[in-house]
């Protein structure tokens, strides 16, 4: 096991450009559980999480200069209305994936496909990745990496909830409650396809075809990316709702950098950030878009909707 363990280490050697800034952990059951530059990791991670406490700051000074919307309902009316909010998004989904229409089937069966493809070439691309190593980038994909993070993700959406909940603000507080809701089924998703594929990861170096069905553990949770997923699911709820070419040109290449940084970091082949990719950013259509969904389509009506007793369910044909 030792001699194991030291073989994996001298392999990786190259990854953070200096090897005194790799840290690798390991345990007696998994050998390589995974590595991380720890200087490099603490200072973004505390610049990511000040650049957002000084975000939601100017969005507190901006609001309070805002003329709101129904800023006269009470807090118990203004809860009720964003339940039932996403008790609708609810049916709309329900009733997408009951009729599933055939374009945006056809698209994500095509970006599935894609990922399949880019199997054959994820040996190559790891080989890319591992000779181009610098300290600068390390730094810059360890930040881009934590905009992948569902721990940071939950906090932007319940805070942004939180910010609009509280100055009765509709539009922070719907864009919270739809990044919440599209970053739950993009999760569950990415969570029950790594369960069933069980694909080792590149740390391994078990190679891109390596499969373990059915596995828990966390080397064996390669494909799909839930990082990636994550990022494209943000993404996507932010550019639809801001709708404006310029913010979308800036947010898109930061999601696509956490891609990169699952990569560079040796935590997935390409296949597993272009498929996870796919997910995040068509379950963040599919939410945004939810209230569209039923006259684009002309997809039959589920009804869910909250009662005394629990939650009913009808079905419209």
């Keep these: 096991m030792n001699e194991l363990r030291e073989s994996i280490l001298r392999s ?177 998703t990415v969570m029950i396809l790594k369960f069933i594929m069980g694909r080792a990861r590149p740390f391994n170096n078990l190679g891109a075809f390596h499969y373990t069905p059915f596995n828990i553990k966390d080397q064996y949770e390669s494909y799909p990316s839930g990082h990636s997923a994550v990022a494209f699911t943000i993404a996507s709820v932010l550019s639809n709702e801001v709708n404006n070419i310029y913010f979308s040109a800036l947010i898109y290449p930061l999601a696509a950098s956490t891609m990169v940084s699952r990569m560079y970091k040796d935590y997935h082949w390409l296949s597993d950030v272009m498929l996870g990719a796919s997910i995040g950013y068509f379950y963040g259509w599919l939410i945004d878009n939810s209230s569209n969904l039923k006259t684009q389509y002309g997809i039959s009506n589920l009804n869910i909707n909250p009662t005394l007793n629990g939650i009913s369910l009808s079905y419209q044909f």
């Design 12 to 188: 990786n050697m190259d990854i953070a450009g200096n090897p005194d800034n790799l840290k690798r952990e390991y345990d007696a059951n998994s050998g390589c559980r995974e590595f991380n530059m720890a200087k490099p990791l603490t200072l973004a991670s505390y610049s990511y999480l000040n650049g957002l406490v000084r975000s939601f700051l100017t969005i507190i000074f901006l609001i309070s200069f805002t003329d709101h919307t129904n800023a006269s309902d009470s807090y118990f009316q203004i809860l009720k209305n964003d339940i039932d909010s996403t008790m609708t998004d609810a049916s709309n989904f329900g009733s997408f994936i009951l009729n599933f229409p055939l374009n945006p089937g056809l698209k994500l069966a095509g970006a599935t496909a894609s990922s399949l493809i880019a199997m054959s070439a994820d040996e190559s691309v790891r080989d890319i990745f591992r000779r181009n190593h610098s300290q600068t980038a390390a730094n810059y994909l360890n930040f881009t990496n934590n905009f992948g993070e569902i721990k940071y993700s939950a906090i932007y959406s319940f805070a942004l909830y939180g910010t609009g909940f509280v100055f009765k603000y509709e539009p922070l507080r719907r864009i919270g409650r739809k990044t919440a809701e599209a970053l739950a089924l993009s999760g569950s």
